[in-house]
């Protein structure tokens, strides 16, 4: 039995050019009461420029297609005119909503080739950031979500929430968002003084915050009424369109790239997976909300066991030196010098490496000849492979039941497209 | 293509194709390497499809990525002696999930015939990553279900990622020209 065996409908996306759609409308037949619509590319629920063409029976939809493109910016082409530092203001542009992430994957890409070691404050520092980055990414989803649904509140809660968050990264990386925080070598500055106490205030108040949110939504009869049993997916399916994150998860399946197969300092801390049971949209919902209570416990325990030392790796061929240490050691100026202008050379092979960003698996293979610009840089997006889902998901249900599965894949289109 | 006689590993001559291949280590008669602790496999396009298919009947039951590059002006690349370099190359990154373990197969493509079979009949989720491709390299891939542009307008002319490929600038005129 092969996967395609497994996709309970296979027809279930709609193939079909904008010619032959036209030539059908024209087509006057009074027994055929479909009809084809777009939705977006403009339309406030599709999350920036996404725009689904739906064969539409009705009220129910048959087929559809999700058409992306709209923000194709030539990401991957740009980076291979940047060097490995400058690299990470590129790539922490694709998801704005988890910059982070894409700038680790990146940077963990380039250390892999050159064979460094990363001080273990670099590593703790990183995990405290990422798993911070993944709350405000899911409170961002809470929001979105919400509105979509008709809980019109959320949009105010959820930014505010989120707004805790991002006010600790401008104190630290100097920005909201696209921090350039997480470089090939470290991260770019020690975290500031007093940054403990501002942690703590976020863990202080995101607790009791979380349960109102239960009041609000997962609680309530009609958030339930429009969620449950809503774009279902079987584990199988998920598996066979390549989708993982929350949505993989939401089908029951336990894959998290966290545990099973750790990289930063993921199997020195304490945390659960947390999965669905039937692979509705409130499974997934649901899977995010508790997410961020999983992501404050490891930050819980980053506060704790985060060493001293280093934030960057000492190897003055890849990390610039000390400010202080220019003045006095000419050695130390040419390596500044060099660096910033000619960027530092990477050995020559290719590597993949992987990250669980709040969407699923975000990775970057990255291809060297040696000098100091890549050959060839590519994210895998977890919501490009998720978006695939969408048709399989929306088969069958109702118009209005499509804005909440296409709100459920959370797809942030600066990645979809890059 | 560029020719570096200086690399090691990166030509088969044509007359030493009958020379011994026994150090080199095989999986389903494809040769594999480990690099920075990740296994690698390379294949030509003929035997690309089988091999993901015996891959997936192995466990790596899902395609998490694939993506093309193009090798135009890179003589670094080292490749085992049994293959033949091409400018392009597919990459498939596989996973597998029960056992927890990655593997990537690099298939070397033509400039001439950049054309594969499509693997979208074991693994539905590479066709948006097919359809990159194809956009992106102009890699072909036959009986594809939806061959169209994913990411580039339907009318685009050309393959963006190409190392050949023009950028495309605007002429900016800085100060007047006398005389004109």
Request: hydrophobic residues 40%.
């Amino acid at each position: 039995m092969t996967k395609l065996d497994h996709l309970r409908n296979r027809d279930a996306v709609l193939r079909m050019s904008e010619a032959e759609a036209d030539e059908r409308a024209s087509v006057v037949d009074p027994d055929d009461e479909r009809m084809i619509i777009n939705m977006g590319p403009q339309h406030p629920s599709t999350h920036g420029v996404l725009r689904v063409t739906m064969e539409l029976q009705g009220e129910t939809v048959l087929r559809s297609k999700p058409v992306i493109g709209y923000l194709h910016t030539g990401m991957e082409k740009t980076a291979e005119d940047l060097t490995y530092l400058q690299g990470p203001t590129n790539v922490t542009r694709m998801d704005y909503a988890a910059p982070l992430f894409t700038e680790l994957t990146f940077s963990l890409a380039v250390e892999a080739l050159l064979e460094i070691e990363m001080p273990d404050r670099a590593t703790w520092i990183r995990m405290l950031m990422c798993e911070l980055n993944r709350m405000s990414s899911h409170l961002l989803f809470l929001a979105t979500n919400g509105m979509d649904l008709g809980a019109v509140g959320m949009m105010i809660y959820g930014w505010r929430e989120r707004e805790e968050v991002l006010r600790f990264f401008e104190k630290v990386t100097g920005l909201r968002m696209n921090h350039n925080y997480i470089r090939p070598g470290g991260v770019a500055a020690d975290l500031p003084d007093g940054w403990q106490e501002d942690v703590q205030n976020i863990l202080k108040v995101l607790p009791e915050r979380l349960e109102q949110f239960d009041v609000l939504m997962t609680g309530q009869p009609i958030w339930r009424e429009r969620t449950q049993g809503i774009g279902v997916i079987t584990t199988e399916e998920a598996l066979a369109m390549g989708a993982t994150g929350p949505i993989l998860r939401s089908t029951g399946y336990a894959w998290d790239l966290r545990r099973a197969m750790p990289y930063l300092a993921y199997d020195q801390v304490d945390f659960d997976i947390v999965v669905g049971t039937y692979g509705d949209t409130f499974d997934r919902y649901a899977i995010r909300l508790n997410e961020i209570r999983e992501s404050m416990r490891i930050v819980e325990q980053c506060l704790e066991l985060i060493p001293d030392g280093p934030y960057r790796a000492e190897d003055r061929k890849v990390t610039p030196p000390p400010r202080a240490r220019i003045d006095e050691s000419m050695e130390a100026l040419i390596h500044h010098f060099k660096i910033f202008t000619e960027g530092f050379k990477v050995p020559p092979g290719e590597v993949y490496t992987a990250v669980e960003s709040p969407r699923g698996e975000l990775g970057c293979y990255l291809v060297s000849d040696g000098g100091p610009k890549p050959q060839r840089m590519h994210i895998r997006a977890p919501s490009f492979v998720n978006l695939q889902t969408l048709p399989h998901m929306m088969h069958g249900g109702l118009l209005a039941d499509a804005i909440a599965v296409i709100s459920s894949i959370d797809p942030i289109m600066g990645e979809v497209d890059r | 293509m560029t020719e570096s006689p200086a690399s090691l590993d990166e030509e088969t001559e044509p007359g030493e194709e009958d020379m011994p291949e026994d150090d080199v280590e095989r999986l389903h008669g494809s040769a594999v390497v480990v690099n920075n602790n990740q296994t690698v496999v390379h294949t030509g396009k003929a035997e690309y499809h089988d091999l993901i298919q015996s891959l997936n009947d192995d466990g790596y039951g899902v395609c998490v990525d694939l993506c093309g590059v193009d090798y135009l002006g890179n003589d670094t690349r080292s490749l085992p002696v049994t293959v033949t370099a091409e400018r392009f190359e597919l990459v498939v990154n596989l996973l597998d999930v029960q056992a927890s373990r990655r593997l990537r197969v690099r298939v070397q493509l033509s400039e001439a015939a950049p054309i594969v079979a499509t693997i979208t009949d074991i693994h539905p989720g590479a066709e948006a990553m097919e359809r990159e491709a194809n956009d992106m390299f102009g890699l072909e891939f036959e009986g594809h279900p939806d061959p169209t542009p994913i990411l580039l307008p339907d009318d685009w002319q050309g393959h963006p990622l190409r190392k050949d490929y023009s950028m495309g600038r605007i002429p900016v005129q800085f100060k007047a020209v006398d005389g004109r």
